[in-house]
């Protein structure tokens, strides 16, 4: 079929962008335009956006009719290199970021760097903070590249966009393929999510954007690790050292440190009571571990200039 043929059957759902509308609610207003429209189980839903709009339409897709086939044109840094990568989909609730969702593979991810050109600084910069993660937790080269090649990231030129983009598709892919259901190995793409997505929640999604949150989380989680002793002091301040190079994050402190412990608490990671907590243990590889406690969480959120 042309593409003009393809088009006359689109009919586009418009919902708001931002951590804020990646609610229940909003997902509703999805699901009313699929009953409402007659979309059967044979229909394709295609999401355009960043990585709240996937994850929202795409909880959509799983969860009308039992599941309906889904394509993502992710048209952010975070959602090209990480979030519209594995099949995760998801709300968040007003306790904790994702608590609810689903397992979902897309049947077609098509990623064009040229879609970022739009980007304001701000949000190509906090996409960028996912691929240094994914620098640390499983590529030394990766992450060294970043370094090298920072100010044009920074600055979206597509020819040191697409190499970094390719690698972390590659990495995600192959993480997701081990291990889909997040029951080991998968766990590693957390790496800064467990304090980033507390400081998420107790700022209600207004404060900072997901992959600022991460940044604070890394370092975090970068601190813990170095006071356990598996993590050097050296590796800690090459990881610092590039997160300040790229820019200063929004202030942070004057938030509830008590209110974030408990976010960390109700945090997805946590099973039969233990929160499962990403440490780096050199550049390019982590552990995974359940024995972080209460007074090294506060240790971490010190360093990021809380408590």
């Given at each position: 079929?042309?593409l003009?043929?393809?088009?006359?059957?689109?009919?586009p759902?418009?919902?708001?962008d931002?951590?804020?509308?990646?609610?229940?609610?909003?997902m509703?207003?999805?699901?009313?335009?699929?009953v409402q429209?007659?979309?059967?189980?044979?229909?394709?839903?295609?999401v355009?956006?960043?990585?709240?709009?996937?994850d929202?339409?795409?909880?959509a897709?799983?969860?009308?009719?039992?599941?309906?086939?889904?394509?993502?044109?992710?048209?952010?840094v975070?959602?090209?290199?990480?979030s519209?990568?594995?099949?995760?989909?998801g709300?968040?609730?007003r306790?904790g970021?994702?608590l609810l969702?689903?397992?979902?593979q897309?049947?077609?991810?098509?990623?064009?760097?040229?879609?970022?050109?739009?980007?304001?600084?701000?949000?190509?910069?906090?996409?960028l903070?996912?691929?240094v993660k994914?620098?640390?937790?499983?590529?030394?080269?990766?992450?060294?590249?970043?370094?090298?090649t920072?100010p044009a990231?920074l600055?979206?030129?597509?020819?040191?966009?697409?190499?970094?983009i390719?690698t972390?598709?590659?990495?995600?892919?192959?993480?997701?393929?081990?291990?889909?259901?997040?029951?080991?190995?998968?766990?590693?793409?957390?790496f800064?999510h467990?304090?980033g997505?507390?400081?998420?929640?107790?700022?209600?999604?207004r404060?900072?954007?997901?992959?600022?949150?991460v940044?604070?989380?890394?370092r975090?989680a970068?601190?813990?690790a170095?006071?356990?002793?598996?993590?050097?002091?050296?590796?800690?301040?090459?990881?610092c050292?590039v997160?300040d190079g790229?820019?200063?994050?929004?202030a942070?402190g004057?938030?509830d440190v008590?209110?974030?412990l408990d976010?960390?608490?109700?945090d997805?990671k946590?099973?039969?009571?233990a929160?499962?907590?990403?440490?780096?243990?050199r550049?390019?590889?982590?552990?995974?571990?359940?024995d972080?406690?209460?007074?090294?969480?506060?240790?971490?959120?010190?360093?990021i200039?809380?408590?």
């Amino acid at each position: 079929r042309g593409l003009a043929s393809i088009a006359s059957d689109i009919t586009p759902v418009l919902v708001p962008d931002g951590e804020k509308a990646k609610t229940m609610a909003t997902m509703g207003k999805v699901h009313d335009a699929l009953v409402q429209q007659g979309v059967d189980r044979k229909a394709v839903l295609v999401v355009v956006g960043g990585g709240v709009i996937g994850d929202l339409a795409g909880f959509a897709a799983a969860s009308y009719l039992r599941g309906i086939r889904l394509v993502h044109v992710p048209t952010t840094v975070v959602a090209q290199t990480d979030s519209a990568i594995g099949g995760k989909v998801g709300v968040n609730h007003r306790l904790g970021k994702n608590l609810l969702g689903a397992f979902h593979q897309p049947a077609l991810v098509a990623v064009d760097p040229d879609a970022l050109a739009t980007l304001s600084r701000r949000e190509l910069r906090a996409g960028l903070y996912e691929v240094v993660k994914y620098g640390v937790i499983a590529s030394a080269e990766l992450f060294e590249q970043c370094v090298r090649t920072m100010p044009a990231l920074l600055d979206g030129t597509p020819d040191a966009l697409l190499p970094v983009i390719t690698t972390c598709c590659a990495i995600k892919a192959d993480v997701v393929t081990k291990d889909e259901r997040e029951d080991g190995l998968r766990r590693i793409l957390n790496f800064g999510h467990t304090i980033g997505h507390a400081l998420e929640a107790v700022t209600h999604y207004r404060l900072l954007r997901h992959g600022e949150a991460v940044a604070y989380g890394m370092r975090a989680a970068s601190a813990i690790a170095v006071a356990r002793g598996t993590w050097s002091v050296g590796d800690d301040a090459a990881l610092c050292a590039v997160l300040d190079g790229m820019g200063p994050l929004p202030a942070i402190g004057g938030l509830d440190v008590s209110a974030i412990l408990d976010a960390t608490r109700r945090d997805k990671k946590v099973v039969a009571g233990a929160l499962h907590f990403v440490l780096p243990t050199r550049i390019g590889d982590t552990t995974i571990v359940t024995d972080v406690d209460q007074r090294q969480v506060r240790l971490g959120l010190a360093a990021i200039g809380l408590g």
